[in-house]
């Protein structure tokens, strides 16, 4: 007989759930001590039980359990963390996605170098940065819908399309330099005023592309502050002999 049945045998229903509660909540609270956590509580929204922070939270990947495919995962799920959030990269550990991780973050969100192919479970809104860069995704899918800035450079990401579809809300966006594609789309992020384009450290650039990269980051720039014209923004990157980026 399990152990569960075993337990719901001594206790009635409400008993058992009481208990069950009570056990859940000194097992987070066990957890939020064992990764030094301070200033969490634990709170009861719907039938679910979540950590909400009125600090800082900054976990070491390396201090996290691993699942079955030997990837680290966060056991309990985050609900608000009022100050930053960030996942610390480990020498040797990967995480699949962000699972379990806070819907809404009023500082920065940092999950850089885990090796992320997915951001499900990530958080819908961060005010300041959010930054999953260095990881390896390959679309837009799962970035925060609205954030101060989103930093997503040193990923698979070729394209900007999919990016309106996700974000309603930014004022930049940084990424790798091979995105050049769909650049019409960031024309509907609210409140975008600056693509930075970020080129890996060991990347070395032909002078003549490091030049293209600088002039369409101008370009897009100067429409993204100014009308929003997408037949405007595709006339100057003809007049800058940019007409890959037109195709784009």
Known sequence: MK????FKQTLNESDWQEEHNRLTIQ????????MRLRDVRVSKEGNEFVLNCSGNVRIIADDLDYDDDNMVFLPYKFGEVEGDFSIAAGKFTKMRN???????????????????ESLE?????????????????????????QAGRIKIQN???????????????????????????GVLELLQVEGLEHIEFVAEIATQFAKNEAKEIVTA????????????????????????DLHDWVKR
């Open 27 to 34: 097992a987070m609270k066990d957890w939020c001590q064992k």
């Open 98 to 116: 962000l699972k379990n991780c806070p819907y809404m973050v009023y500082g920065n969100f940092k999950a850089a170098g885990l090796w992320l």
């Open 155 to 181: 990923n698979k990401i070729t394209s900007f399309k999919g990016v309106a579809r996700e974000v309603t809300m930014c004022n930049e966006i940084w990424v790798g330099t091979d995105c050049r594609s």
């Open 217 to 240: 980051g101008r370009i897009i720039d100067k429409h993204l502050q100014g009308d929003r014209d997408a037949i405007d923004l595709q006339s100057d990157f003809i007049d800058a």
């Open 3 to 6: 152990l569960q049945q075993i």
């Open 121 to 145: 479970g990530g958080p819908g809104s961060v005010g300041n940065d959010f930054d999953v860069s260095d990881n390896q995704l390959k679309d837009w899918s799962g970035v925060p819908s």
